[in-house]
């Protein structure tokens, strides 16, 4: 087979239908890191690379002074090489979030370059596998596996199994994909030093600036702001999409990855080009795409139909509610009250103050003094059905006051539920109560919430 049909051909076709557990089962990893096995442990080129730019970049920043031409060049360039990285290793080539014209991807190759983290082809297809396992042993970042390492150490060790199997032969045909691939270390040579050194050397006069600040420690500050994507938005922050992985929101870690840091909602919809959906969340990377489709240079930007984003917020906020709920006591279930008789309730009723409402018998022994209409008011119904009296017949209680009429159940009246349910029978407080599918009596049942009672009565 030539290269070419074998670029054709997704590498992910042919694969078995329990892919990822025969995978983990059949393929041994490497055996975990020992500090005395280091030197062979170690993937030294980017040992060297990774620790280059520190060290290089202090050591530099001791001797060549800071000029604020240069300073303000050098956010200026970390930004046009971050943006290389987000806007489009990232959201135009590893998700194809939207399309961008020969230019914008020419542009975006070269700034990426600049970011010396790898090839487009090589980056994306971590990435995809990352997106594809996320939090497995195929997940070349695993945030499992601890900070450090979803943050560096994956880079620095030999991978101790190869990431899961992710296709990008839509890549492979991609000419500016492949002419990156080509000529990438001249890329990186020009992107990450040359014309941040040429450029402040030109217009005034700072090319030892330019190399240490624009060069350098920009490379510096650019690697380690990206890989707060793989450690930090996986660590820090609120889920308010999804909770099944690790990936998390936060503000600090969009700050540091130039917009990157919504992350749960982008592991959600990795497909849309935003990754805040808010006008007030700091998104550049998004204000960066949005701008170049209107200057005409990008299309077809992909957003996930709202209606869904939606509903994977509501799904994690009635989670909170039914945190919030199973903390409260509720009253006792009605399958777990004893039945009893008219007979055996007028009996019981002579040796302790139980008054009937709804179907429900009631021990009010602890609330006959503190009843707000007076003790008079419940003595009288001792041993009588008082339905009508607490819903309006005397008084229109509050739901307060249903909810914790509810509370004193202690049986149920043989032959007084009646047909069907009402508001009588369900407490305010349980009529839109929160409750997982399996605790419904109807598994087809299309809501988690419901307002009949039927999981309570049923
Ligand atoms: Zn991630
Ligand atoms: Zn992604």
Redesign the pocket.
Known sequence: MTSKVANDVPSDLNIPDNYVEHTLKTQKPLPPFRWDNIINDLNWLNVVILCFTPVVGFIGAYFVKLRWETFLFSIFYYYVTGLGITAGYHRLWAHRSYNASLPLQYFLAFAGAGAVEGSIKWWSRGHRA??RY?DTDLDP?N?HKGFFYSHLGWMLLKPRRKPGVADVSDLSKNPVVRWQHKYYIQLILIAAFLIPTLIPWYFWNDAAGGYVYAGVLRLCFVHHSTFC??SL??WLGETPFDDKHT?RDHFATALATIGEGY?NF??QFPMDYRNAIKWYQYDPTKWFIWTMQKVGLASHLKVFPENEVRKGQLTMELKKLKETQEKLAWPTNSDDLPVISWESYQEQAAKRPLVLISGFIHDVSTFIDEHPGGPHLIVKMIGKDATTAFFGGVYDHSNAAHNLLAMKRVGVLHGGMRQGLDDKMIPPSQRLKIARYNELSSPYNSSTAYSDGEGILG
């Open positions: 990352h997106h996320t970042y945030a994507v793989n938005a996986h990936p992350h982008h592991h």
